[in-house]
């Protein structure tokens, strides 16, 4: 048995608490780079700690988030007052988790595009580490793809669930909550019912790579994909097609014991996120886990046009206004329009993070 079991799950179920999510500010470098270019801001370590010093000292804000992804910079990271980062967090109730992997290298024997995702070495110690600093849960970005030319091979499905499994298996000798993450990408012009088949064959493959491991599935959280049409598809499935395949999915696939399902926004835009998560939580399913966000781009888009690099309050409220927004869904509460969001598609093809 796992030493810190009790603590796994009872951080499991503390950040798929009801009414609340993640946020998810672990970009690497490069990325948070292009989200601060797009505001006409340098990428220098300052304005990444302004930033994610703003978003942090936003009062109110673990009303509705449950827990932030980290880049390690942060993790390691002081407030502009001098109080780090982790402090920050735990002053609004938020725990601090941490992104883990080293991110996608090209799949020898798979098809062209095809990635596996690296950092297994060293991991055990690197986890025991963040521990330390304050992290209690985890995040392993693995990426799929599909194509018409028959994305993803079965050696990529295997290759990304097992690499899942281990580094789960890892995080929770440390005591981290390991965040399961089989990013399904949108791009293609592929219909939802592809998707769909493409999504069960992932999430079979990944719990049977967590039984092989001994994952223990309570002290753990899926963050899927939805399931949705390709982003080139030339007629979209509709909000509650998507709600109800995405559950179907989810009933199919995900053993009742996984303490809670946190989707990633993927390229939709905040108000597409809200809805759809709101009409997922609308209608009926037979999983009693939380279902819920993680969302990035779809947290962060408003907010970081309305800071602009300095203004900090209303920065803070467009975020406190997504987040509410998103917590509301995950309870089937949102009132489609009822908070301000970026009208913008928050699609990148080939999106790494
Ligand atoms: P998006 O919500 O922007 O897809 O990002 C979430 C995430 O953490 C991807 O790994």
Not at 119 to 137: C, D, I, P, V
Not at 163 to 168: E, T
Not at 178 to 203: C, F, K, N, Y
């Amino acid at each position: 048995m796992l030493k810190k079991q009790d603590e796994l799950r009872e951080n499991a179920n503390k950040l798929a608490a009801r009414g609340k999510g993640l946020l998810a500010v672990d970009e690497s470098t490069p990325t948070i780079g292009k989200r601060l270019e797009g505001i006409n801001v340098e990428n220098t370590e300052e304005n990444r700690q302004a930033y994610r010093g703003m978003l942090f000292t936003a009062d109110g804000l673990g009303e509705y988030i449950s827990g932030a992804i980290l880049f390690e910079e942060t993790l390691y990271q002081n407030h502009l007052d001098g109080e780090t980062m982790v402090s920050k967090l735990d002053k609004l109730g938020i725990i601090p988790g941490i992104k883990v992997d080293k991110g996608l290298r090209p799949l020898a024997g798979a098809l062209e595009g095809e990635t596996w995702c690296q950092g297994l070495e060293e991991l055990a110690e690197r986890t025991a580490k963040y521990y330390e600093a304050g992290a209690r849960f985890a995040k392993w970005r693995a990426v799929l793809q599909i194509t018409p030319d028959g994305c993803p091979s079965d050696l990529a499905i295997k290759e990304n669930a097992w690499g899942l499994a281990r580094y789960a298996r890892i995080c929770q000798e440390s005591g981290l909550v390991p965040i399961i993450e089989p990013e399904i990408l949108m791009d293609g012009s592929h219909a939802i019912e592809r998707t769909a088949e493409v999504q069960e064959r992932v999430l079979n493959e990944v719990y049977k790579a967590c039984a092989q491991n001994g994952v223990f599935l309570e002290g753990s959280l899926l963050k899927p994909s939805m399931t949705v049409s390709g982003a080139g598809a030339s007629t979209k499935a509709d909000p509650e097609t998507v709600a109800i395949t995405t559950m179907r999915t989810m009933d199919r696939c995900v053993p009742a014991a996984v303490a809670g399902i946190m989707f990633l926004s993927g390229g939709l835009t905040e108000e597409e996120a809200s809805v759809f998560l709101n009409t997922m939580n609308s209608v009926p399913r037979k999983g009693t886990w939380s279902v819920t966000f993680s969302y990035g781009r779809a947290l962060q888009q408003s907010c970081l046009q309305a800071w602009k690099g300095t203004d900090i309050e209303a920065g803070q409220k467009a975020v406190l206004a997504r987040a509410q927004a998103n917590s509301e869904a995950s309870k089937g509460d949102y009132v489609a329009g009822s908070q301000p969001s970026a009208q913008e598609s928050l699609f990148e093809a080939g999106y790494k993070y």
